[in-house]
């Protein structure tokens, strides 16, 4: 999977833009919460984190670890039907897809991927894109190679954002997420990261970026 993008990036000198998908293209919490209600639980948002924040509708019993993981597991194996596109990130990505390379990285177990690929299709979001549950640091590394290009990479996930800023410390570190309530939740992503509102503040930022690397250059 990896390699296909990789032969596709080989000759290009555009800056790489490497995005997540859950939460940040795609919906993910709103519609989690669709498909636990289907069930009988609810999402909560009482804390950021799914464990614990899981509960049946009827008695507010929380499920259990490999409840979460069932529920997960079912979900993203029926993504198509519940996930929709974030506000934005659709027009912002074509709107960049003319000044640089644009790669989808998703956290995802590879037996979803052509789910998930059917439904980036039918929304029109045609990047290339890799599922792997390897750390993103050294993938975003390996995508950007030898090539003395600027990288920009978007995700709601800390640990991500970090492990890229390890791998790749030059790079546009966005924090993204779609869910207002448990944006509010999350905790300060650290420093070097920047934070953006929506899309259209991304796309601010990352213009501002690709701009700034053009005039040193």
């Known amino acids: 999977m990896i390699d296909d993008v990789l032969r596709s990036l080989d000759r290009s000198r555009k800056p790489l833009i490497v995005c997540d998908i859950d939460e940040v293209v795609l919906e993910f919490l709103d519609p989690f919460h669709d498909y636990l209600m289907s069930c009988q639980y609810r999402l909560h948002a009482d804390s950021f984190r799914l464990h614990g924040n899981i509960r049946r509708i009827t008695d507010g019993i929380c499920a259990t670890d490999d409840e979460v993981e069932r529920f997960q597991e079912e979900f993203f194996s029926t993504q198509d039907k519940w996930q929709r596109p974030a506000r934005d990130a659709k027009a912002v990505l074509d709107g960049l897809e003319a000044d640089a390379d ?27 894109m890799i ?7 050294p993938v975003v590394s390996r995508l ?7 990288v920009v990479f978007i995700d709601d ?6 492990s890229v800023r390890n791998q790749v410390p030059d790079s546009l570190l966005i924090n993204l997420m779609a869910n207002e309530n448990f944006r509010r939740l999350a905790p300060y ?3 070097g990261v920047a934070i ?3 899309w259209r503040h991304a796309e601010t930022m990352i213009r501002n970026h690709l701009l700034g ?3 040193f250059s």
């Open 102 to 128: 644009i790669v989808f990285l998703t956290a995802m177990p590879p037996r979803h991927a052509v789910v998930r690929r059917t439904l980036l299709d039918l929304h029109e979001f045609r990047f290339p």
């Open 189 to 191: 992503p650290g420093d």
């Open 157 to 162: 996930m800390h640990r991500n954002l970090h």
């Open 196 to 198: 953006a509102r929506d």
């Open 213 to 215: 690397v053009r005039a």
């Open 131 to 137: 599922a792997t549950e390897a750390p993103k640091g």
């Open 144 to 150: 950007r190679g030898e090539r003395n290009v600027p």
